[in-house]
Structures are given as structure tokens and as C-alpha cells.
């Protein structure tokens, strides 16, 4: 599976970006698939997932209620619609598709397939 992620910009504090990922060679049917995030000098970070295994979101606490991560099965993406930005959310995001096991359905480890990243800005 082939992943771009694509959507990032330099936006205001308090507005709205949409990040798409499309998937070309399979279908995210298969998989579960994720958004990370990563700042210079810090780990990868964890931001929402959508579990094939079950159909639920998972997101983490620093964007629970203003991020949401949703698949358009007709386009083959998976979008994270992000509200209310604030500058800590300035990031390289990056989208990613495996098959983790639902406990570690927030661990890099558990997927396979990454996109190249899409940079995020967000001013104050």
C-alpha cells in the first residue's frame, strides 16, 4: 500500500484544516489506519486512529473533541478534519495504515505502511 498525505499549511490559531491520505495499490478496507505527528527533537506522536477490527475511533486526549478521523470508502482516503488548532498542534502529521491489535492501536510499531508527512503550521 502506497500512502500521500496531503492538506497541510500555515493556518491561524483557532480555524480548520482537513489532512487527506489516499491509498493507491490496496483499499484502506483492510486496514486500520492512523494519524501521527512529529516535532523536531520528539518521538512520533499518536493522534487518532480508525480500527478496522471494531470500527471505532481512537484519538488522544490533546485532540479529543476537536479532531476527527473519517474514511471515504468511494475516494479510498482517510481524512483528519482538525477544529480549534491551536499552535501546539504544529507538527509534521503523517498518515499510516496497518493491522495492530486493538491495545496498541496508538503504537507506530503496529503499522506497516507510512505516508511521506504533511506539514502543519499553526500561528498564534
Known amino acids: 500500500v502506497q500512502l500521500q498525505a496531503s492538506g497541510g499549511g500555515l493556518v491561524q490559531a483557532g480555524t480548520s484544516l482537513t489532512l487527506s491520505c489516499a491509498a493507491s495499490?490496496?483499499?484502506?478496507?483492510?486496514?486500520?489506519v492512523a494519524w501521527f505527528r512529529q516535532t523536531p527533537g520528539k518521538e512520533r506522536e499518536f493522534v487518532a486512529a480508525?480500527?478496522?477490527?471494531?470500527?471505532?475511533?481512537y484519538y488522544s486526549d490533546s485532540v479529543k473533541g476537536r479532531f476527527t478521523i473519517s474514511r471515504d470508502k468511494a475516494k479510498n482516503t482517510v481524512n483528519l478534519q482538525m477544529n480549534s488548532l491551536k499552535p501546539e498542534d504544529t507538527a509534521i502529521y503523517y498518515c499510516?495504515?496497518?493491522?495492530?491489535?486493538?491495545?496498541?492501536?496508538?503504537?507506530?510499531?503496529?503499522?506497516?505502511?507510512w505516508g511521506q508527512g504533511t506539514q502543519v503550521t499553526v500561528s498564534s
Open positions: 499510516a495504515a496497518g493491522r495492530p491489535i486493538i491495545s496498541s492501536i496508538s503504537k507506530a510499531l503496529g503499522y506497516g505502511y
Open positions: 495499490g490496496r483499499t484502506f478496507s483492510s486496514y486500520s
Open positions: 480508525s480500527a478496522v477490527q471494531n470500527h471505532h475511533m
